[in-house]
Every structure is written in C-alpha cells, then in structure tokens.
C-alpha cells in the first residue's frame, strides 16, 4: 500500500476511534477490593547450624509486628524443593506499598522495632545479625480473596 493510500485509511481509524469513545468511560468507578489481600512471598536458605537463632529473633520480630498493630508473618516449614522455609508478609498497604522507599507500615514496623529494642542501633544490630542467618532467598510476590466479600 502506498503512502498516499494509507494517510486516509490512518485518518479514518483515529476517527473512528474518537466517534466510538463515550463519556461511560470517564465515569468508571475506582474502588477497592476488601477481599484481596497482597502478599511478599519470600523463600530462604539458612546458614548451617542457624535455625534456632533464626526462631528466637523471627519471635522478636513478632512482638514487634503485633506491638506495630499489624498482622503477623506466616512461617512455612516446607516438605518440598530448593526452599526450607516459606514467609507469607501481609503487605497490608497492598502492592502500593512497594511505590515508597518506606511504606507507611514499614515506618510503624520500624518505630515499633526502635521502642523494643531501646534504639535504632540495637535494632540494625539485631537486623545485621539477623541477615547474616540467611545463606540465600529470593522472593515472589501475590495476593488472594477472602471468600464471601
């Protein structure tokens, strides 16, 4: 097809494209959905011989989770594949908490951690050995819906 040929088809199609847009679509409702929940599914690896500082710390952190007013991390004891433990972290913001450096639920997390421990040092003492437990993960993230909402 020539380009002569083809500048009027062009113009037909926008024009079409223009004569078929309606004022509906500018009055879709935004709202959200109550019944999905948001997740960070992360899997680890620990070092050798950590597990049991693992659970002693993963307690702490639950005190601070539920001193922060949010709903705590699920652990996983996984029976099968590369990953021996499974963590489901609500993201209670939903999947817009990943647009911020901090999350609003990360900075209660955080105050919360900082008041537990008695300073933000402690805490990035605890974190740091924490991290060090952890030999490899990766992580995926997913939502899922509340039956009946």
């Known amino acids: 097809m020539t380009k002569q040929r083809l500048v009027p088809i062009l113009g037909i199609i926008a024009g079409l494209c223009l004569a078929t847009a309606s004022p509906a679509t500018a009055q879709t409702k935004v709202e959200a959905d109550p019944a999905r929940h948001s997740v960070r599914v992360v899997y680890l690896k620990l070092e050798d011989g950590k597990f049991d500082r693992f659970s002693e710390i993963m307690k702490t952190y639950d005190e601070i989770t539920a001193s922060a007013g949010q709903k705590p991390v699920q652990l996983y004891h996984m029976m099968s594949g590369e990953w021996p ?65």
């Open 85 to 149: 433990i499974m963590a489901i972290i609500p993201l209670e913001g939903g999947m817009a908490e990943l647009d911020f450096k901090t999350s609003s639920g990360e900075a209660k997390w955080m105050d919360a951690a900082i008041r537990k421990m008695g300073s933000k040092e402690a805490f990035e003492t605890l974190d740091k050995e924490f991290n060090g437990l952890i030999e490899d993960s990766t992580s995926d993230l997913g939502h899922w819906h509340e039956a009946g909402k």
